[in-house]
């Protein structure tokens, strides 16, 4: 099982904003970070160290953290949106990277 | 412009030992701070981080799999290596490498194409 907790999937109307949750102790000492993937292609990072966005993403796309819980929030989904994402961190230890077991996200 | 490849075989036997090269370019692994490291999925299911080096030859594992992997790099190839002992139908998968820019960070920003091992007799 995971350090880092996802919900397996989750929803949104086309337009509508969306927030996608990942869960860990380790969280409440590390910064998230944030991949999309879709089927077939490799994973693209979307948010990285709290709340950075690589050149070439959406600023629809943002980070954010409260205790032991990190969110990805989408304003304004997109149908291009549609795809699984997944939370990484550090293990509780420190030492090591660790993914969250991924959220499927569907854009109504 | 960064990019990775990996290369390997895409069939294996139960019990033999996998071998995987990744062979990057537009950037150094001698840069301070730099890493590459493996990171598989298999087939619907979700990314599992397995090991990483870093510029200064440090080098982290999966606790759950630290006893079958070894990773390394040659600096001057523009290459990292996976090794993967005793392997079995349940590793089958696609095994990807992967930057990673900083050390304190635990992200990875250029992936590769990724290869589909296949564990079979």
């Known amino acids: 099982s995971s350090e880092l907790t996802q919900d397996p999937a989750v929803s949104v109307a086309l337009g509508q904003t969306v927030r996608i949750t990942c869960q860990g102790d380790?969280?409440?000492?590390?910064?998230a970070s944030w991949y999309q993937q879709k089927p077939g292609q490799a994973p693209i990072l979307v948010i990285y160290?709290?709340?950075n966005r690589p050149s070439g993403i959406p600023d629809r796309f943002s980070g954010s953290r409260s205790g032991n819980t990190a969110s990805l929030t989408i304003t304004g989904a997109q149908a291009a949106d549609e795809a699984d994402y997944y939370c990484?961190?550090?293990?509780?230890?420190?030492?090591?990277?660790?993914f969250g077991g991924g959220t499927k996200l569907t854009v109504l | 412009q960064i990019t990775l490849k990996e290369s390997g075989p895409t069939l294996v036997k139960p019990t033999q030992t996998l071998t995987l090269t990744c062979t990057f370019a537009?950037?150094?692994?001698?840069?301070?701070?730099?890493?590459v490291g493996w990171i598989r999925q298999p087939p619907g299911l979700a990314l599992e981080w397995l090991a990483l080096?870093?510029?200064?030859?440090?080098?982290r594992y999966s606790p759950s799999l630290e006893s079958r992997l070894t990773i390394t790099k040659d600096t001057s190839k523009n290459q990292v290596v996976l090794t993967m002992t005793n392997m079995d139908p349940e590793d089958t998968a696609t095994y990807s490498c992967?930057?990673?820019?900083?050390?304190?960070?635990?992200?990875?920003?250029?992936w590769g194409q990724g290869i589909l091992v296949t564990v079979s007799s």
């Open positions: 992967a930057h990673a820019p900083d050390y304190y960070g635990a992200y990875f920003d250029y």
């Open positions: 537009g950037f150094s692994l001698s840069t301070n701070g730099v890493g």
């Open positions: 080096i870093y510029w200064d030859d440090d080098k």
């Open positions: 380790s969280l409440r000492n590390y910064y």
């Open positions: 160290a709290k709340n």
């Open positions: 990484t961190s550090r293990d509780s230890s420190g030492n090591h990277p660790v």
